[in-house]
């Protein structure tokens, strides 16, 4: 049977974005500071530098949307939406062969 790619699930992009905020709120600074920059892509912060958005109170929905956006999807709900649908490319998905 054909599964999609993990990095395909919510689930799994659920588990990015958490890893992602623990990395930003890591006391290893240059850890934090490869977390911030991820941050960037949100309009809100794009103009902040990472120390700025280490000291900002961000939620785990930021996160999300941090990988929502990362992925190409234009927020998170769209991200839940549609990614059901995706597969994994695996054109045979709903049959056992091409026949």
């Known amino acids: 049977m054909n599964k999609p790619h993990p990095s395909y699930s919510v689930n799994e992009c659920k588990i990015k974005a958490s890893k992602l905020l623990k990395a930003l709120r890591s006391d290893n600074i240059d850890t934090a500071k ?55 490319g695996f054109l045979n998905h709903w049959f056992a062969s091409y026949a």
């Open 34 to 88: 490869k977390a911030a920059q991820h941050f960037t892509i949100l309009p809100e912060f794009a103009d902040l530098t990472s120390e700025e958005i280490m000291q900002r109170d961000l939620k785990r929905k930021h996160a999300l949307v941090v990988i929502a956006l990362q992925k190409g999807f234009s927020s998170w709900a769209e991200l839940k939406m549609q990614l059901p649908f995706i597969k994994g």
